[in-house]
């Protein structure tokens, strides 16, 4: 599997960790049930798996490569649109985790709101985001980037996957992805 197909098959992941949310809310409307604790787990994977792990690669690696070495348009959607919007989601991710805070303190219908806004609000972020890079972006920086970055990107993302305890943390969190979907 080449880098590229790597981040397609996280992404493919993130989809589904996005369904299971999306359940946990809907469950959250239907029958009223907060599990703080799934909702945290939840947390812990959209900020281990799919952000230090994939956003991390993406920021350190590819986008690096295709914004040092194309510039203009792919400089342009990855420092204006791509990497706003991972910021843009890790606001939504800590507006969540403070609302799951709050209403574990005090289960107010307030808080709840606050839950229900903050995971809608990231999960139609990150579906627009991923539709984004899978269809226009990694084939950009694919088709333009020359062989001697394409190598370099290939070289950093498999130092990465064999390091032994970022491959410890994606067996942990694709595990308890399999848990919750079990679950939802
Ligand atoms: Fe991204
Ligand atoms: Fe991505």
């Known amino acids: 599997m080449n880098h590229i197909e790597l981040l397609k098959k996280e992404h493919e992941n993130i989809l589904r960790m996005l369904d299971v949310l999306h359940k946990a809310s809907l469950n959250v409307l239907q029958n009223y049930e907060i599990d703080v604790d799934d909702l945290k787990k939840m947390v812990a994977f959209i900020r281990r798996y799919a952000d230090k792990t994939h956003h991390g690669k993406e920021e350190k690696y590819?986008?690096?490569?295709?914004?040092?070495?194309?510039?203009g348009p792919a400089q342009k959607v990855i420092q204006g649109g791509m990497l706003i919007e991972h910021d843009l989601g890790r606001l939504y991710v800590s507006d969540l985790d403070e609302a799951l805070d709050a209403y574990k303190e005090h289960p107010a219908d307030e808080h709840k709101l606050a839950i229900l806004v903050a995971?809608?609000?990231?999960?139609?972020?990150?579906?627009?985001?991923?539709?984004?890079?899978?269809e226009t972006v990694f084939t950009f920086g694919e088709k333009h980037l020359s062989e001697k970055s394409m190598n370099w990107v290939e070289e950093q993302s498999q130092a990465f996957e064999a390091d032994v305890e970022n491959a410890a943390e994606r067996?942990?969190?694709?595990?308890?992805?399999?848990?919750?979907?079990?679950?939802y």
């Open 62 to 71: 590819l986008f690096k490569a295709m914004v040092e070495d194309l510039g």
């Open 119 to 134: 995971a809608g609000s990231y999960e139609h972020l990150l579906r627009r985001h991923i539709q984004k890079e899978n």
């Open 171 to 183: 067996e942990y969190q694709l595990q308890v992805l399999k848990e919750l979907e079990l679950k």
